[in-house]
């Protein structure tokens, strides 16, 4: 209960907060994370960028994990945890919520001040002519073209992923974007892919006007979300992190708080 408190301080100190949420935001809302409290993988690494564009084979592979798991993604709901920060923002206390997450659970729960670091999965954007279409229609497509896979179930991964074992990926179709032939992406940010530009410069102009930075559910194990701890470090902003288990900033955090979200930001609803 004392922990709990101090983030109710924190918050309570700090008018405008800069607000970084991660995985462990949207657990409870049935969308698996992909590290331990060690911030270890729990699981084999998600695609990269490289292997997506390089070659076919890992393209089917992907596509044919994410007609079954895009399944618990579509119907996952936002839980206490994306409330209690749509809260703050109607309290106008949030300068911008950053979000490593991209499943939109933030802006579903009535976020309006977001910026999807990482991209969002209920987009497909051709890598060819940059067309943006919404992934419920390559859903449908998908499902139409691959109808014998529909039946499968698997254990549900991050980002839209699943754990199917063993497969034979060869037959599965992937159509091509209707406009230009092009080779079709989810349009998130992949493993050994870099964030946009101008996607960070926005929020680093959000963070100069932020008075501390307020970090919930990531183990900030990844760079495009580290470095603005460490930037916030650097203008001395102080920050405060709920998360459970180890983070890579824990050396320069002056809070941290080892709960669930949902549990630290209660004192919100
Ligand atoms: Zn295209």
């Given at each position: 209960?004392?922990?709990?408190?101090?983030?109710?301080?924190?918050?309570?100190?700090?008018?405008?907060l800069f607000i970084l949420t991660g995985a462990g935001c949207s657990t409870s809302s049935?969308?698996?994370?992909?590290?331990?409290?060690?911030?270890?993988?729990?699981?084999?690494?998600?695609?990269?960028?490289?292997?997506?564009m390089g070659e076919e084979a890992t393209r089917r592979r992907y596509w044919a994990r994410s007609l079954i798991g895009w399944r618990r993604i579509c119907c996952a709901r936002p839980n206490g945890a994306h409330r209690a920060l749509a809260k703050l923002e109607a309290m106008g206390r949030s300068e911008i919520l950053l979000t490593q997450n991209v499943d939109?659970?933030?802006?579903?729960?009535?976020?309006a001040k977001v910026i999807d670091l990482h991209g969002r999965l209920d987009l497909v954007r051709c890598m060819g002519?940059?067309?943006?279409?919404?992934?419920?229609?390559?859903?449908?497509?998908?499902?139409?073209l691959n109808a014998s896979w529909l039946g499968l179930d698997a254990?549900?991964?991050?980002?839209?992923?699943?754990?199917?074992?063993?497969?034979?990926?060869?037959?599965?179709?992937v159509p091509p974007c209707r406009a230009c032939g092009g080779v079709l992406k989810p349009d998130v940010v992949f493993f050994g892919e870099n964030v946009p530009?101008?996607?960070?410069?926005?929020?680093l102009r959000?963070?100069?006007?932020?008075?501390?930075?307020?970090?919930?559910?990531?183990?900030?194990?990844?760079?495009s979300g580290f470095r603005f701890?460490?930037?916030?470090?650097?203008?001395?902003?102080?920050?405060?992190?709920?998360?459970?288990?180890?983070t890579r900033a824990d050396g320069l955090i002056a809070l941290k708080v080892e709960q669930a979200c949902e549990a630290a930001l209660a004192f919100l609803l």
């Open positions: 209960m004392t922990e709990c408190r101090s983030v109710e301080n924190f918050v309570e100190r700090h008018r405008k049935g969308i698996p994370d992909y590290r331990d409290a060690e911030g270890k993988w729990k699981r084999r690494q998600p695609v990269t960028y490289q292997a997506f939109r659970l933030h802006q579903a729960a009535g976020s002519c940059e067309r943006r279409t919404s992934r419920d229609e390559l859903q449908d497509e998908l499902g139409g254990l549900d991964a991050p980002d839209g992923d699943a754990d199917l074992e063993n497969g034979d990926f060869s037959s599965f179709a530009r101008d996607r960070v410069d926005a929020a959000r963070l100069d006007e932020a008075d501390a930075m307020l970090i919930v559910g990531s183990s900030l194990m990844v760079y701890v460490e930037m916030a470090a650097r203008a001395g902003k102080p920050a405060a992190a709920v998360n459970l288990g180890r």
